[in-house]
């Protein structure tokens, strides 16, 4: 089995516009580190606590799946698997990307 760290070099090595760049992650004095791009807006999880309700319209659910689908499906296409596919890992950042 992969330790942690060695997914995330796998990680680095993606690079699709529907993904976070990873820089670097590694393991300093026993504290793990991650750098990766920064990028500004709302994480999905922010963006539905802000609705009165936590139900998308159809049309804003199926914009955020487009925008997702192919990033997860060139991480996949490198063996990458998303093992954790939250509310809180998926965001809307104000570029667009």
Known sequence: MKTPTANLFEFCELNHPNILTIHDAGVHESASYLVSELLEGKTLREV????A???LPARKATEYALQFAPGLGAAHGKGITH???SR?????????R
């Open 88 to 96: 809180r890992t998926f965001s809307s950042p104000k570029s667009g």
């Open 53 to 55: 309700t936590t139900a």
């Open 48 to 51: 539905l606590s802000s609705m």
């Open 83 to 85: 093992r954790v596919s």
